[in-house]
């Protein structure tokens, strides 16, 4: 047995976990003001596939330099992200106070929860992975929900375990929610990053003039 591999497998290990724990505190300390939630998610999605790509654990630094980030280049979608999750948490409020009608429009709202859910949970990795506007993430995290919609059930069923586990003991929190969002990221992320290597070889063979290949 390598003792010397075994060892730095270990302490990677701790690192990692010591990370989650990390990352998991300063993100719910930063979503205190609760205006704050959209550049936190973004925050966290960025540090999380930091960890996925350059394999940088870092925490402290790199999340209010991403957080900052968020404020900055998507002030706009920020504010309207915002907005939109405070209209359907006042909707979910009023309904209740509905006598009639109440298991139609929660079901509708249900269901325009379950698709902004869906949408922003590609939204974040794509805007902190790729350069592009707006409209074209937007478009992109759209198409994922069509394309990907395993990943949608698979973080379902992740947070629904969390929660779960977090019933009977809240530590599970110190480190489970940033865990799921990191594999969701590095999951998603190699998916996409995969179909448009696969699209851009499949372009250039088209292009490539067979005559020329034959020479």
Request: aromatic share 16%.
């Amino acid at each position: 047995m390598n003792l010397k591999h075994e060892h730095n497998k270990l302490f990677q290990a701790l690192e990692f976990v010591t990370s989650l724990v990390q990352l998991n505190v300063v993100f719910l300390l930063s979503i205190l003001p609760v205006i704050t939630l959209f550049p936190a998610l973004y925050a966290l999605h960025a540090v999380t596939r930091q960890w996925s790509v350059n394999q940088d654990y870092s925490v402290f630094r790199a999340y209010f330099r991403f957080f900052n980030e968020g404020v900055r280049r998507h002030y706009k979608l920020g504010v309207a992200w915002t907005l939109f999750v405070f209209v359907l948490l006042i909707d979910f409020l009023l309904i209740r106070q509905i006598d009639t009608g109440q298991t139609i429009l929660f079901t509708g709202l249900f269901v325009i929860g379950f698709v902004f859910t869906s949408l922003s949970l590609f939204l974040f990795p794509i805007l902190t992975h790729y350069e592009m506007k707006t409209m074209d993430a937007l478009k992109l995290a759209l198409f994922s929900i069509m394309r990907y919609g395993y990943i949608v059930v698979l973080a379902l069923l992740l947070f629904t375990a969390l929660g779960m586990l977090a019933y009977r003991s809240p530590l599970y929190l110190l480190f489970g929610f940033s865990f799921i969002v990191f594999l969701m990221t590095k999951l998603y992320l190699h998916q996409l990053d995969r179909a448009i290597m696969n699209r851009h070889v499949t372009s250039s063979l088209h292009e490539t003039n067979p005559s020329s290949i034959c020479d």
